[in-house]
């Protein structure tokens, strides 16, 4: 723990769908004194029975909200889960869902105004009154024609419907937010990794973070 003010240091891990992110997030299993939360994606297709990302994925108008709502749930609960460790690695965050997902469906209007308005108040509650701290974010970069390789390779039953554009868009959304910084509260400084690369060369990309996330010389 940080004795200063006794939490972990905190990373985000972030890249559109398919950048590898749990790949990422396994690498640093090696490790002593880290606590990995992997993104709650199964959570997330079993609610008490319900797949609220197939629902999603299948009728989007109907069910975006839900499963937003149902997601910064999750989120929330990662963000503010104690840790015993002094580093904390999360996969993804409030922050991705807000300024990627959400901004995305509003863009594309499978959220009503009045729905995103919704989760914008829930959104700039948390943010007020709700410590959602970070120290840094990773942002694992692709080019958006290698994940659409990678989503149908992998087939992944509900993302068997999402085109290339989908995968386009949330890659701008992700360079806004990340590499232009357009939003005030960007919570961390950003390292840039190259996630393009396969899995025979990636672990090298992902060593180049070692020494920010564990702070110290390896
Ligand atoms: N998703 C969403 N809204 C969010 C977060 C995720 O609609 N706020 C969706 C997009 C994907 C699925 O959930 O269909 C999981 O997406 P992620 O990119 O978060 O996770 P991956 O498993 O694709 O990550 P990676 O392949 O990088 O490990």
């Not at 009154?129 to 087939?155: H, Q």
């Not at 806004?176 to 672990?203: E, G, K, M, Y």
Request: hydrophobic residues 40%; proline residues 5%; aromatic residues 10%.
């Amino acid at each position: 723990m940080d004795s200063a003010n006794s939490r972990p240091f905190t990373v985000l891990v972030e890249g559109n769908i398919g950048s590898g992110k749990t790949t990422f997030l396994e690498h640093f299993r090696q490790f002593e004194d880290i606590t990995l939360l992997t993104e709650p994606v199964e959570e997330w297709r079993n609610l008490k029975g319900w797949n609220l990302l197939d629902l999603m994925y299948r009728d989007p108008s109907k069910w975006a909200m839900t499963f937003q709502a149902y997601v910064s749930l999750t989120m929330l609960e990662m963000h503010r889960r104690p840790t015993r460790t002094p580093v904390k690695l999360m996969e993804r965050s409030i922050f991705s869902a807000k300024y990627c997902f959400v901004e995305q469906m509003k863009r594309l209007g499978t959220l009503h105004p009045a729905q995103f308005a919704v989760l914008d108040e829930w959104f700039t509650f948390i943010n007020t009154e709700i410590p959602v701290e970070a120290d840094l974010i990773v942002y694992l970069k692709t080019t958006p024609s290698i994940v659409y390789d990678r989503i149908k390779k992998r087939a992944r039953s509900e993302e068997q419907c999402v085109p290339l554009t989908y995968i386009e868009e949330l890659h701008k959304l992700h360079e806004d937010w990340l590499i232009n910084r357009s939003h005030a509260d960007c919570p961390a400084p950003v390292l840039v990794l190259d996630a393009d690369l396969d899995l025979s060369q990636i672990t090298e990309e992902y060593k180049k973070s070692e020494h920010q996330i564990l702070r110290k010389a390896v």
